[in-house]
């Protein structure tokens, strides 16, 4: 019996075995913040203070798109936990995203809602906005999804009941 017992608080739930760690590189972040900048010059240029107030709206509006699919999306797929997501504005992680761990395929099943459902949310503005509105919160959106559709398609061959935990400078991939 004492064996028994000793084997089982050997034993934890909350064991987790990291499988891989992927760095985010500054050459990575640097692109990325190019890309904003070429976005906005984009926008400024080619529209001048609508561009400005399309940047703005464009950002906004995105992010709010995307808190509200993600919401709605965790109410019908998983029991929603307020603290396990949270706003970030760190780059690359911008927008709403898990502060804590997740599983991998509630996070793949997320974002592939996130990604399809916010270009119908901005096609569906399509009557009320003007071409800089449009082209900027199309740009915003596919910006803000870049970083981790890109670490999705490096996890894809990878199981779907591992855990990630997403950090400003890594992100680390478990399995139970």
Same mark, same amino acid.
């Given at each position: 019996?004492?064996?028994?017992? /000793?084997?089982?608080?050997?034993?934890? @739930?909350?064991?987790?075995? &990291? $499988?891989?760690? +992927?760095? !985010? *590189?500054?050459? %990575?972040?640097?692109?990325?913040?190019?890309?904003?900048?070429?976005?906005?010059?984009?926008?400024?240029?080619?529209?001048?203070?609508?561009? /400005?107030?399309?940047?703005?709206?464009? @950002?906004?509006?995105?992010? &709010? $798109?995307?808190? +509200?699919? !993600? *919401?709605?999306? %965790?109410?019908?797929?998983?029991?929603?936990?307020?603290?396990?997501?949270?706003?970030?504005?760190?780059?690359?992680?911008?927008?709403?995203?898990?502060?804590?761990?997740?599983?991998?395929?509630?996070?793949?099943? &997320?974002?592939?809602?996130?990604?399809?459902?916010?270009?119908?949310?901005?096609?569906?503005?399509?009557?009320?906005?003007?071409?800089?509105?449009?082209?900027?919160?199309?740009?915003?959106?596919?910006?803000?999804?870049?970083?981790?559709?890109?670490?999705?398609?490096?996890?894809?061959?990878?199981?779907?009941?591992?855990?990630?935990?997403?950090?400003?400078?890594?992100?680390?991939?478990?399995?139970?």
């Amino acid at each position: 019996m004492r064996g028994t017992l /000793a084997e089982q608080e050997k034993a934890t @739930i909350y064991q987790y075995q &990291l $499988i891989r760690k +992927i760095m !985010i *590189r500054s050459e %990575l972040m640097w692109s990325y913040l190019s890309i904003a900048f070429i976005i906005s010059i984009f926008q400024l240029v080619l529209y001048q203070k609508d561009g /400005a107030l399309a940047i703005v709206l464009g @950002i906004v509006a995105t992010l &709010l $798109i995307q808190f +509200i699919i !993600i *919401r709605l999306t %965790l109410v019908r797929v998983d029991e929603p936990d307020n603290r396990r997501w949270g706003w970030r504005i760190l780059l690359p992680w911008v927008g709403y995203i898990p502060i804590a761990h997740i599983e991998l395929a509630l996070f793949r099943r &997320l974002h592939r809602h996130m990604l399809w459902l916010g270009l119908c949310a901005i096609g569906v503005a399509y009557p009320w906005a003007n071409e800089a509105q449009m082209i900027s919160m199309i740009c915003w959106h596919l910006w803000m999804l870049a970083p981790r559709m890109i670490l999705l398609h490096s996890l894809r061959k990878s199981r779907r009941d591992g855990v990630l935990r997403i950090q400003a400078t890594d992100v680390s991939y478990y399995h139970r």
